[in-house]
């Protein structure tokens, strides 16, 4: 079975910035798509922001094992209910992968609970992408390190819940260095951030960053069922106890009866 994917896009940029116009001329969804698609485990189709429910669909989330997501100039458009339907989705088991700018999305804040802010500066300095954990297949194929020429820079305190694990570490020209590559679970749906892709540089036309993106969704993904039943709440019959109990004192709530959420 192939790995089910939906690169999720704001494309905006794309339609008003001749510089990025001209580097990605078909959308940064679009490029990260082909890169996905050009490993024959994961068929990768796109959504963008402008589309009807910005193309995030309850049908369609319900068959996509891997979401992308980049986002940038307008987070707040992103409708509050398909965050929630994201949101449900991964805690269920969807894969998330939110790249760049994405760490301010409404998503990403959602599912971290915290401001997710950082320091950046946009002076096309080089980054090098330090590979920390070797052994994680998020950095299969790749060696010690790789280096982007140009690339914005982002900067700690990355204020974002302390993760499963660290996979790269960058630094910059400036001097500051960030965790760029960072892992976590919600729910039983697995999240990876990754730092590289302002979108005025190249970045995922680099070849090492393609391979990162590969190896997250294949990462990412569950090939378990979706656990719907992690949203449930059920109130236990006292005759449905697993051991024999007897009913003491006064209660709340009557036989059966759901709990205040």
């Not at 999720?8 to 940064?28: D, F, L, R, S």
């Not at 680099?206 to 090939?223: E, H, S």
């Not at 109130?235 to 209660?251: D, T, W």
Request: glycine share 10%.
């Amino acid at each position: 079975m192939v790995i089910r994917t939906v690169v999720w896009g704001e494309n905006i940029h794309e339609q008003t910035n001749k510089v990025v116009a001209g580097i990605y001329p078909n959308g940064m969804h679009n490029t990260i798509a082909d890169a996905l698609n050009s490993d024959a485990a994961i068929r990768a189709t796109t959504a963008t922001l402008q589309e009807p429910e910005h193309g995030l669909s309850e049908a369609r989330l319900a068959e996509t094992d891997v979401l992308t997501w980049w986002g940038h100039k307008d987070h707040g458009a992103v409708d509050d209910a398909v965050v929630e339907r994201v949101a449900r989705r991964v805690f269920e088991g969807m894969g998330l992968i939110v790249l760049h700018s994405g760490h301010f999305s409404k998503i990403f804040k959602r599912l971290m609970g915290t401001p997710c802010a950082l320091k950046w500066r946009e002076a096309g300095e080089r980054e090098r992408i330090w590979v920390v954990n070797q052994g994680h297949p998020i950095a299969a194929g790749l060696g010690e390190h790789f280096v982007l020429e140009n690339e914005e820079m982002y900067g700690e305190q990355f204020s974002v819940p302390e993760p499963l694990e660290t996979v790269f570490i960058s630094w910059f020209q400036g001097g500051e260095v960030f965790r760029s590559g960072l892992t976590w679970r919600r729910g039983t749906g697995n999240i990876f951030y990754f730092r590289p892709g302002h979108e005025t540089y190249p970045s995922y036309h680099d070849d090492n960053v393609k391979t990162v993106l590969i190896n997250a969704v294949k990462w990412a993904y569950n090939p378990q069922n979706s656990l719907a039943s992690i949203h449930d709440a059920p109130n236990v019959p006292v005759e449905k106890a697993l051991e024999p109990i007897e009913e003491r004192g006064p209660k709340l709530h009557e036989a059966g009866e759901a709990g205040y959420r």
